[in-house]
């Protein structure tokens, strides 16, 4: 039975000694440790079942902290008890490569394991709401412009934004800022949609201040930090129909039975537009390898090798069947290399 814990980036202050407790004791075992993003959860779940299944390595430990809980817990240092991988929904920033730097974590190897998208979702009931990402920005942005000048987000109906969209409240669950979904949301959506507006740059000068004021999302009850947990988000979707919820795609793909996406700019997210990159809000996925840590954490190399596989991320692959929008077949290829020289 496979190892897996769910936690919620709310609860991260507390998180980091259960964490480390937990790692401990995996080291103990001598079992692989990953922790990082709700959205790559479900994929590194099925590949470490399976590598547990298979192989001659016990089941990996396999824990949802969020991309940005993730990246403090795998940075905090190369010592063995740390963790040996970060699932993440984007990219490692900067200032998150400083701090593994300053921790003595130095050599990590990216590895990208395919695609997703980020969906605005709601109970499947009438038709599919049509959205725009100038939309959601008015409808979740702290401060709109209005007469040339920015002013509190003052819209509480979908219908104040667009005369085309629904009469009713705005209501949109998301995850918390440690959340690398919350992180890629409010760069393709948040910034894009305002970096250039007049109002916001006659108010912030500099683009690093405007960058951020663009990605403050309103705190007056319109918006709702439900957490890692897509399922008891989903279950607030079930018994409120008007309301949305920002996840991956793999979970709508899931759940087809039960929720519908929005289309963003007139493109719905499907396998086809995700890979083709022409749904607004696709994203690769990524496994960040700890390199200190091959050879001392016993198969670390090997599942490096097994989540490459084209079993698991090809396109009959287990992580597909979970929802995964596999990658090309050059760039798994590639992504093979790179897992066969982790060293």
Partial sequence: MIKVRRMKPRLLLSVFAAVSLAASAARAGDVIHLVGSGTVFPFSAIAAEQFGKVGKFKTPIVEATGTGGGFKLFCDGAAPETPDINDASRAMVDEEKIFCTRNGVGA????VIGYDGIVIARKKEGAAPALTKKDLFLALAREVPENGKLIANPYHNWKEINPGLPDEPIK???????SGTRDTFVEMVMVASCDKLPEFKAAYA????????CGLIREDGSFIEAGEDYNATAEKLANDPTAFAIFGYSFLDQN?????????????????TISSEKYGLSRRLHMYFKNAHVG?????AEFAREITSEAAMGPDGYMVAKGLVPLSDADRAGQRVLAAGLK
């Fill in 256 to 272: 087809r039975s039960l929720l519908q996406a929005a289309t963003i700019d007139g493109i719905a997210p499907g396998f086809d």
């Fill in 172 to 178: 949109v669950y998301g995850t918390s800022p440690a």
């Fill in 108 to 111: 990590i190897t990216d590895l």
């Fill in 296 to 300: 001392k954490t016993p198969g670390l």
């Fill in 206 to 213: 500099d683009a690093r201040d405007r960058e951020r004021a």
